[in-house]
């Protein structure tokens, strides 16, 4: 709910602004995106596009220059398999058949392999007529991602969105290797939502960690995006396939600045 910098204790406290009820344009104006180069591919940012109540001011590394230099929409950074993960100079690693996960401070780590025979199948979820939609690509070898703005994902995670990868269960292992168990974490906390709804975060960094909808799909879980370390970038576009129409699929964030710049641009 609240970012405090730990030099400034008696400085401002910086809020989220997804835990406010409404955005009023004349108090909330976003102002820049920063840190933009520690996605290494642009993430989010490159969906965000200037609009009424945003504006579209990008820096590479910091707030305002000359502390950092400004970037443009599309800005993308030279890619390298060897290069630190987005986001938290951890070492990407990621190879062809495994993309290793974690939050900040590791409580919660884990790997995800390709998808697989056993990932194709339709019966994963209660919605056999979509298919395979939690698969993406022309061989069906990325998972899909999208972004949410319902107003249980924005109150939850306090964001005025959420990136989700959509990963079969069976897909999902432990850093050592051995089968996905969501109660072997030691940091991971729950916060039950709704007879239909688990959040599970990590109750030391903070970190959005799963979704579990164990009514609708209990085989499927929704990984948030940003603990994958892959080198390509935030997006991590070398695992997953971006698909906007799972986002129009969800109701919510009329009205919202941030919501409706996504809008714009995740097309």
């Known amino acids: 709910m609240f970012w405090l910098m730990a030099d400034e204790t008696n400085g401002p406290a910086i809020v989220y602004s997804g835990v406010l009820q409404d955005i009023n344009k004349e108090i909330v104006t976003y ?5 933009v180069g520690n996605t290494k591919d642009g993430g989010a940012s490159d969906w965000l596009v200037e609009g009424d109540g945003v504006k579209g001011l990008r820096y590479k590394y910091g707030y305002n220059p000359p502390e950092s230099e400004k970037v443009s929409l599309g800005w993308c950074e030279e890619k390298s398999a060897s290069a630190s993960a987005a986001g938290s100079g951890r070492t990407a690693q990621a190879t062809n058949s495994m993309i290793g996960a974690s939050c900040h401070c590791r409580g919660v780590e884990f790997y995800i392999t390709r998808p697989d025979q056993q990932s194709a199948d ?3 979820t209660t919605q056999p007529d979509r298919g395979a939609w939690c698969l993406s690509g022309s061989k069906q070898d990325k998972y899909t991602a999208s972004c949410c703005a319902c107003d249980s994902c924005r109150v939850s995670a ?5 990136c989700w990868a959509f990963v079969p269960r069976h897909n999902i292992r432990m850093a050592d290797g051995s089968e996905f168990d969501i109660d072997a974490f030691k940091t991971l906390k729950t916060y039950r939502s709704s007879e239909r709804a688990t959040w599970c975060f990590c109750g030391k960094c903070g970190a959005n960690c ?10 499927v879980l929704d990984v948030a995006t940003g603990l994958l370390w892959s080198g390509e970038g935030a997006r991590a576009e070398d695992w997953l396939a971006w698909r906007p129409e799972e986002f129009n699929r969800v ?13 714009r641009g995740f097309v």
């Open 31 to 35: 102002e820049r995106q920063i840190f």
């Open 122 to 124: 339709p019966s994963l």
């Open 158 to 162: 306090g964001t005025e969105f959420v």
């Open 210 to 219: 799963f979704l579990v909808l164990d009514v609708a799909r209990p085989d």
């Open 251 to 263: 109701d919510g964030g009329g009205g919202r600045p941030l919501v409706e710049a996504l809008r």
